[in-house]
């Protein structure tokens, strides 16, 4: 609560029969005329003000915003809650107990290490798809989550018990962003006879999809979460917001997805990272809920740091679906409708800047190879498969008739884009700037005899995984009924998957499960080999589980440039599966298309899916359900009972996770033996308060990295491979090959997760030629020979050598992996040089006491002349023990030859509260500190 109110803002609400405490925007001079997101963060500041964090100036720059200037004031936002799932929650969880033996050590009181704000971790990241395509694969899947994460979840259930205000959702449940918005999700939030918007950040990216719902959030990383969960405010500067209109109706043939890829497209061409995305105008009211989730999800793939609609009937509507209390709907709306957060259409607010969509120009697409912002329209699909497949194939295989243009492959504007399945003619759409023929791709088949003895053939551009997965489709009825009657219509055309297809159903709720069931559709889907194989991330997060070994075998030993198709929001490289090089993204329902056609070389338009049983060939466009056909079917199929019944007991979990033996105790009992849950160092040898930080001084490049290194590449995650220094530390601690797990799950162990940091298969270090993978070169031996990253970083320790990386413009893209800065420091990387970073990577490394810089503008390590064999030395870091932050630091890189490239680097610490976060190493030790004061 509030310990000022220098705008008389605080009164009364009255909902439901309940009287509510409540600040009010209209107290402040300017309220009005702002977006909705920015209605959001004042109330935020006006409930929190107390004169020294939060002061009355702080409100009226953000009352007077100016949505022209670039972002120059910093508030301090204090979110309602937080929520994790378990890959990124087990080590909050981890941090936490650590914190509790570090403050106790230092004469503080443990219990004071407690959340303040709710917290809660859904476990949905551990499910791997082992099993599949047959009746009972979600249960053996189920059965080897347990298998291999019983420590793990007996360390949470202890959590759970230890610490007050947070809360586990068994495994089983659902994926943790769908859960949130069908359940965890207030709109409004009700504390101490208050009522305030509900608020949140995530420990993962995607967390934006309950923006859909009006809800503000975004994803940080573990360790600013952890801040949160103990009442640290979230550092931020006052966002530009970009106003997104919408406008016009999806037309027949297209998705929501489709519309996601759309968006995401334009949003990433234009550029909003950093920024608020708000979707306003005429057109919001006719979006269904489940699509602004959708589009919300995405935001991390277009850069935004929220994407949200407002509150409105829709909202309403959503709320009452999925059996929130009534007395719960009455306030979000009686609040919203007071506080001037109700979406009135015809008022279009200030913003930043514009875009607009007509709906109706949106045309089926996939995007793919390796970035979801590279949208291609269906009917261009196969011949940009062929262009891409020139990067992952041999040049003996290259394309045999010259080259498509490479201008044919841009993502096309929507308005430019051809459609596919609504009549229109695309006959005019060139293929190929120059006009040439368009050239045949490489050809290399394979004889390949499957376990059930099969006999087939694989070549380049086969689909050997087409999963619907995610939360950003899973959670829509639309996509996903439209899949199931799209299956529905296959079988009784007699199509079938082609036999090399590893298929599977991971649905992000049980309600999705129930509504299949009472459609009568799960029998067509498990036709097709999509059967139920968990509640989970799965394929999205690397969780595909091993291609059967036959087809493993065959395309590793030929060396095959196969794909998977998903229906997620993550497909960079190496994330999917080690086998697969080529990742695309779709629809659920173009997800089974591909799944039939077996092949990414394939034209929709005018090839056949098959032979019908009559002998006449099979379209894609005779077995696309219609809208009303899947319209029909959701208002038939979905009911409110369902979401009541399978979240009446959310927490409780099944008889498995009932029956896990829980440890009992404030401070947690360490298991030296433990490969899940060890305790990691972050507070070793910490003092009550901090030492002066220093200047870097003949510092090593640990990694020269090009454009796009997302977090995908330098945080562990996917499978663990038995030679690298990974799978070395678990062979050596007796754990045999089958249980090594993921990375994602082995989070809570500091040591494995050391080791696979930038162990990427996909990572390329421009210190060696032609290595992808972990590898550098070792400076402390003579002529720098090629090491592991993790080896190589241990000869520098013990040297006492720094290390820096050196990078290009958008590093640290993707999602909000809290591991790619633990990592990075735990290694002995002091300072980060790009040409550009994203958000929330970028901060995660302040918040690990990381340096992170900037080369001059446009400026980068090849053109200052730099190829990493430099010896480094930063000065000027040391005015921050002033107090003040320095705009640039000076940089002096010395060749061997004795050549010195200097430069002044841009500090990118943006606020003086990350400024405090670095003096103290970091925000966990700045949080500790604050505690032992107090």
């Known amino acids: 609560m509030a310990s000022t109110d220098s705008f008389g803002s605080r009164g009364t609400i009255e909902a439901g029969g309940v009287e509510y405490e409540i600040f009010r925007l209209s107290a402040v001079e300017g309220a009005e005329r702002l977006p909705f997101s920015l209605k959001v963060l004042l109330e935020n500041l006006l409930r929190t003000e107390d004169g020294a964090g939060v002061t009355a100036d702080h409100i009226r720059a953000l009352a007077s915003w100016d949505p022209a200037a670039e972002p120059d004031t910093e508030i301090q936002f204090t979110p309602a809650r937080v929520i994790m799932q378990d890959f990124t929650g087990v080590p909050c969880v981890v941090d936490l107990a650590t914190m509790r033996e570090a403050v106790t050590k230092l004469g503080g009181d443990p219990s004071r290490v407690n959340p303040l704000a709710p917290a809660e971790l859904v476990i949905d990241h551990s499910v791997i798809i082992d099993i599949f395509g047959r009746a009972d694969a979600f249960e053996r899947n189920v059965e080897f989550e347990y298998q291999r994460n019983r420590e793990r979840y007996q360390f949470l259930r202890w959590g759970q018990g230890a610490f007050d205000d947070f809360k586990v959702v068994p495994p089983g449940t659902g994926i943790v962003h769908q859960v949130n918005i069908e359940h965890l999700a207030r709109v409004v939030m009700t504390r101490d006879g208050q009522a305030y918007p509900d608020t949140l950040v995530g420990t993962d990216s995607h967390t934006t999809m309950v923006n859909g719902l009006g809800v503000l959030g975004w994803g940080v990383g573990g360790i600013e979460a952890e801040a949160a969960m103990l009442g ?58 489940a699509n602004r989730a959708t589009i919300g999800n995405m935001s991390p793939e277009f850069g935004s740091t929220a994407a ?99 201008a044919s492959c841009e993502s096309f ?47 380049h551009g086969a689909v050997v995984i087409a999963s619907i997965t995610s939360c950003t489709n899973t959670s829509n009825p639309s996509v996903m009924l439209g899949a199931a009657l799209l299956a529905r219509n296959a079988v009784d055309r007699g199509l079938a998957v082609k036999p090399w297809v ?73 994330r999917i599966n080690p086998d697969v090089k080529m990742n695309y993204l779709a629809s659920p329902p173009l997800v089974i298309a591909y799944a039939l056609a077996g092949t990414m070389d394939f034209d929709f338009e005018n090839q056949p899916l098959g032979t019908a049983s009559d002998g006449s060939e099979v379209y894609l466009r005779d077995i696309w359900p219609s809208a009303q056909d899947v ?54 040898g910490m003092t009550r308060e901090p030492a002066p930080v220093s ?141 550009s970073f994203e958000r929330i990577h970028r901060s995660n490394l302040i918040g690990m006491g990381v340096l992170p810089l900037q080369f001059p503008q446009g400026e980068s390590a090849s053109s200052l002349g730099l190829d990493g064999t430099e010896t480094f030395d930063i000065d000027g870091i040391t005015a921050l023990n002033e107090g003040s932050t320095p705009r640039t630091v000076h940089v002096s890189a010395r060749k061997d030859g004795g050549e010195t490239i200097e430069f002044d680097a841009e500090v990118r610490i943006d606020t003086p509260g990350e400024a405090d976060y670095y003096r103290h190493g970091g925000i966990m030790q700045y949080v500790l500190r604050g505690m032992l004061r107090s």
């Open 695 to 835: 200047d870097i001084s003949g510092a090593r490049v640990l990694a020269l990295l090009g454009d796009s290194v997302t977090t995908d590449h330098i945080s562990p995650a996917g499978s663990i491979k038995e030679d690298s220094p990974a799978g070395a530390y678990l062979n050596a601690h007796g754990v045999e090959r089958k249980d090594f797990n993921s990375y994602g799950s082995r989070r809570g162990n500091h040591e494995v997760m050391i080791r696979g940091t930038f162990a990427n298969i996909r990572l390329r270090n421009l210190l060696l030629d032609g290595v992808s993978g972990g590898y550098t070169r070792d400076f402390t031996a003579d002529g720098g020979p090629q090491a592991t990253i993790f080896d190589a970083a241990q000869n520098y320790a013990a040297a006492g050598t720094p290390l820096v990386v050196l990078g290009g413009k958008e590093y640290g893209s993707g999602s909000s992996r809290d591991w790619a800065a633990k990592g990075t420091a735990l290694l002995g990387v002091r300072a980060v040089i790009v040409e």
């Open 413 to 459: 504007p929507a308005s430019d884009a051809p459609a596919v399945f609504n009549g229109q003619d695309t006959a005019d759409r060139p293929h190929n700037h120059d006009h040439s023929p368009l050239p045949e791709r490489a050809v290399k088949r394979v004889p390949v005899t499957l376990a059930n003895g099969t006999q087939t053939e694989l070549d």
């Open 232 to 289: 640290q405010p979230v550092s931020m500067l006052i966002p530009q917001v970009v106003g997104f209109k919408l406008t016009g109706e999806i037309p027949a043939g297209a998705t929501a997805t489709d519309v996601v890829l759309t968006i995401t497209e334009m949003l990433r061409r234009h550029g909003v990272v950093g920024k608020f995305v708000e979707f306003y105008g005429e057109g919001v009211g006719a979006v269904p809920l």
């Open 502 to 574: 590893k298929t599977s159903m991971a649905p992000g709720s049980q309600v999705v499960s129930a509504y299949y069931e009472k459609a009568g559709l799960w029998p067509y889907l498990e036709k097709l080999g999509y059967h139920l194989v968990g509640y989970g991330c799965t394929t999205c997060i690397g969780n595909s589980g091993p291609l059967p070994e036959e087809i493993s075998a065959a395309v590793n030993e030929a060396d095959l440039a196969v794909v998977s198709v998903l229906s997620g929001n993550r497909n960079f490289e190496g």
């Open 308 to 406: 949200i609609f407002p509150i409105d009937a829709e909202t309403i509507r959503y709320l009452k679906l999925t059996g929130r209390p009534a007395e719960q709907i009455a306030l979000v709306e009686a609040y919203a409708k007071e506080q001037g957060l109700w979406h009135d259409p015809a008022r279009e607010p200030v913003f930043s800047e514009s875009l607009e969509l007509d709906l109706s120009t949106v045309v089926p697409s996939i995007a793919g190879p390796k970035r979801p912002q590279d949208r291609v329209p269906l009917t261009e699909a196969r011949d940009c498969f062929r262009q891409a497949l020139t990067d992952y194939v041999d040049d003996d295989f290259a394309i045999s008739k010259g080259r498509v243009d490479e």
């Open 631 to 684: 319209q029909a079917t959701i208002d038939t199929a979905i009911t409110q009972e369902m979401f009541i019944r399978d979240y009446a007991d959310v927490f409780r979990g099944d008889e498995r996770w009932r029956s896990l033996p829980t440890p009992e105790g404030d401070t947690f009992a360490w298991d030296e033996n433990s490969t899940y849950v060890r305790k990691p160092p972050y507070f070793e």
